[in-house]
């Protein structure tokens, strides 16, 4: 909220006469009391004779395409001679006899604009009549030329202390929960915390205000009748009204000069009236023009796509949540929003109806979302706002505008509704003290309360706690303890560490979890969060069966994209997507990975029992097993080169080959032997698949992806990729440190001829099971073929690791155990050795 400093310092002074602050140390205060400011600015300077001006005669100049006014203006001796000054001047909202402000020659206004004499449309111009925005009192250029009251000063006087040019804006950060402070009237009982002084309700003395009162009548009657329909929840709804006021009357500056520094632009007497005392008292009023009223007033739920023009002129379709107020001739106003068109005030309008009222806060903000119009009005009551300064905002705002405008009030009022009774809240007074660790005496906290204005009722070590009806936040003693803390200061509570407990580390499947990752990550491959949700059509586009598992997609009923509605069973479509962003961007070497949660559904959503009391056991366990089914996944993907060409050598392309060893740096990170056989899974090539199982049991699928499947995504041919169920690997621990061998390592190699459709995978099997236990490892280190072979037939070359552990192998040691394992291969699979 903008507000400025001698406003807010101004109300306090009238109780504490001797209260003076710099800015700063008001800012200070802000923040003690838990409001953080956005900043604050000074009014710019002006500097060079700034004088007070009254305007003696107008000379319309109509010989140019714009209206000009050539006007001579007493500025009294403040040029030197006491002569007329003259002034060419485009402004049309003064005339003759009027006060203004004046620069002259010489001056520098904000901005570094200097005036100086000049001649323009045939006159010589010897200064300027000062606007607002041109003064640095408001950012609107169309804010007129300022009229001061005659009383202000005389001619040649000097108008910075009338204009009160010497002061701070300050952009105050109101939190939702505190809407009271959105006026004067709540950020100056604030201020009075902060600094310690005595403070005085302007809502109960409008006179701590500078306002009086006393003129405006009791009410002795119902003004008009209104009907509160019980669905709209508006708490009060009160009216009263102004007849024969001047339509031409422009508000006086001071009352310009509040909005104005607050952000509000003035617009005529009765609309600058209702935002004055919205800014002063946070009650939103309304100004109607009484003569487009016709009958009583209707507050009712709106009709789902009625038609109404509100006052920025937009017609808007209104929904059946949102409530107007409505008379004989149809929609006048959206409640706690903003006005319709059909009763503006206008340059002719002389009876005015005020309004004040208390709307339900849920009500305004969902209607301000959903027609996205924000107001000032629907700031505050979303927020909150006192239902009990009803009464003294209607009487504020009539005397202020019969001051302004002329007129007379009417002494019939109408009002409907009553101040909700505020309840009470139950709290030790101990508890601040036991929450924040820092005794406070129960005559603090009772004191504290008191001034938020509470009523306080103590009895023994409990108190009974009222708060006050501009205090709706204040529900249940935790609240209650906050004021207390924030008023005594929260930089007063001293930061005690807690002690940490002792405990295990992390679990073992956390353990593997991260084991998992920090091997893909030395392995090569970037990490990406993919994302949960994915496209509602995937698995279409893929080819699968009804019946296949990964259909079992939980659907989300209030999705962020309504084409992505669905969270994935598998991580492939969102790292394939990740990895089509970085082909599309020129990364064409890319080679990522993700190891997330996947979901699947259980069973349909269980009914939400009642909360009135604790679900039986039955009941938990139905929630429980309705709960999708979320495994953790692993999946790589990776496209071009993952050896790079320089003068080491050639380089090579990722293949199906890396996205299985990627699969097998997952399991030795997760202390497991994986088996490697032919497979076949969508989206995945079905002759280049690889199915990864552990123990028997299918835990997933590597090679290269489906060539349809690559197009559709724009991913080049021979993309590859790897997914695997990680929860559905055994949680395996070895506590026990390897045994080391201290005994050096044997190498041989054997060759194997075999057919073409044996795989290479299961032939090291046999020669693994064939050459026994001294056999460390065997890898495949080549695959020859040739016409010398054989038709249909291959070589496959492997190299044999041998050691014991209790003596070095001799070659006559190893080189059994070499042909026992070609022997096995020869019973089993037909392989001949190969010398």
């Known amino acids: 909220m903008l507000i400025a400093q001698n406003w807010v310092t101004g109300l306090l002074r009238h109780t504490n006469p001797d209260f003076r602050v710099c800015s700063a140390e008001l800012d200070a205060g802000f923040v003690r009391v838990g409001f953080e400011t956005e900043g604050f600015e000074a009014i710019p300077e002006s500097t060079g004779p700034l004088v007070i001006g009254v305007v003696d005669n107008i000379e319309e100049l109509t010989s140019f395409k714009k209206p000009i006014r050539y006007c001579k203006v007493n500025v009294g001796e403040a040029n030197g001679t006491g002569e007329l000054q003259g002034i060419v001047c485009g402004a049309r909202n003064f005339a003759e006899g009027d006060t203004v402000v004046v620069s002259l020659p010489g001056a520098e206004l904000p901005g570094g604009f200097k005036i100086a004499a000049r001649k ?272 003294v905002a209607l009487d504020l705002a009539c005397a202020l505008l019969v001051d302004i405008a002329g007129g007379t009030i009417s002494p019939a009022r109408t009002l409907v509704g009553d101040v909700p009774a505020m309840p009470s809240i139950e709290m030790r007074v101990t508890k601040p003290s036991e929450l924040a660790g820092v005794e406070y005496s129960a005559e603090t906290v009772i004191a504290r309360l008191e001034e938020v204005g509470c009523l306080v009722e103590r009895s023994g070590e409990l108190l009974s706690v009222t708060p006050p009806t501009w205090r709706s936040d204040l529900t249940m003693p935790a609240d209650l303890v906050e004021e207390v803390l924030r008023l005594e200061g929260l930089e007063d509570i001293p930061l005690v560490l807690p002690t940490p407990v002792g405990g295990r580390g992390l679990t073992p499947a956390q353990r593997r979890r991260r084991a998992i990752g920090h091997s893909l990550a030395y392995n090569g491959y970037a990490e990406i969060l993919p994302s949960p949700f994915i496209n509602n059509d995937t698995f279409d586009a893929w080819g699968l069966s009804a019946e296949d598992e990964r259909r079992r997609v939980v659907a989300v009923q209030n999705p962020l994209e309504s084409d992505r509605a669905v969270l994935g069973t598998t991580l492939l479509p969102s790292m394939l997507d990740a990895l089509a962003r970085n082909v599309a961007r020129g990364r064409h070497d890319v080679s990522l990975f993700g190891l997330q949660q996947v979901s699947f559904t259980k069973a349909a959503a269980s009914p939400m029992p009642s909360v009135a009391q604790r679900p039986d056991e039955e009941t938990v366990n139905e929630l429980l097993e309705s709960l999708p089914y979320q495994p953790l996944h692993v999946a790589t993907v990776g496209t071009g080169a993952i050896e790079f060409e ?76 790897m997914e695997l169920n990680v929860t559905a690997v055994p949680l395996v621990e070895r506590f026990p440190a390897p045994v080391l061998s201290s005994f050096p390592a044997l190498h041989q190699d054997i060759a194997l001829v075999v057919d073409e459709a044996v795989p290479a995978e299961t032939v090291r099997r046999v020669v693994e099971e064939g050459a026994g236990q001294l056999l460390e490892s065997v890898e495949l280190f080549d695959v020859y073929r040739s016409e010398s072979l054989g038709q249909g037939r291959k070589s496959l070359a492997f190299a044999l690791l041998f050691r014991a552990n209790d003596r070095t192998l001799t070659d006559e040691e190893a080189n059994v155990c070499r042909l026992a394992a070609a022997e096995l291969a020869s019973e089993q699979l037909g392989a001949e050795l190969r010398s």
């Open 120 to 391: 323009t449309y045939d006159h010589i111009s010897d200064g300027m009549i000062c606007s607002a925005a041109e003064l640095g009192l408001s950012d609107k250029q169309n804010s007129g030329i300022i009229t001061l009251d005659p009383s202000a000063g005389k001619p040649g006087d000097d108008a910075r202390e009338v204009l009160g040019l010497s002061d701070t804006v300050f952009d105050v950060n109101i939190t939702p929960d505190r809407g009271y402070a959105l006026s004067a009237r709540g950020l100056s009982r604030e201020l009075a915390s902060a600094f310690g002084l005595d403070y005085t309700d302007i809502a109960q003395n409008p006179a701590a205000a500078g306002h009086d009162l006393s003129e405006v009548p009791a009410p002795s009657s119902e003004l008009l009748s209104v009907e509160l329909k019980p669905e709209t929840k508006a708490i009060r709804f009160g009216l009263r009204k102004v007849t024969g006021i001047d339509p031409n009357v422009d508000s006086p500056f001071w009352l310009q000069r509040e909005l104005m520094l607050s952000g509000q632009r003035p617009v005529n007497a009765a609309t600058d009236v209702t935002n004055y005392v919205m800014l002063l008292l946070g009650q939103p009023m309304h100004a109607f023009d009484a003569t487009a009223i016709a009958g009583g007033l209707n507050v009712r739920n709106a009709e789902a796509g009625e038609i109404f023009e509100t006052l920025d002129h937009v017609k808007r379709t209104l929904d059946a949540g949102d409530v107007v107020i409505c008379d004989d001739n149809g929609i006048q106003s959206l409640a706690g929003v903003m006005g319709g068109t059909r009763s503006e005030i206008s340059d002719s309008t002389t009876e005015v109806f005020l309004e004040a009222a208390t709307w339900d806060p849920i009500t305004v903000a969902r209607t301000s979302r959903r027609h996205k119009l924000s107001s000032e009005a629907s700031r505050r009551f979303e927020r909150g706002v006192d239902p009990a300064i009803v009464e």
């Open 646 to 721: 320089g003068p080491w050598g050639k380089g090579r392309s990722y293949t199906f080959a890396d996205a299985i060893e990627s699969a097998r740096v997952v399991a030795r990170a997760a202390d497991v032997e994986i088996e490697v056989s032919a497979g076949q899974s969508l989206p995945w090539h079905p002759g280049r698949c690889a199915a990864l199982s552990v123990d028997g049991q299918v835990v997933g699928y590597a090679g290269e992806l489906h060539p349809q499947v690559l197009e559709a995504l724009g991913l080049p041919a021979r993309t590859c990729a």
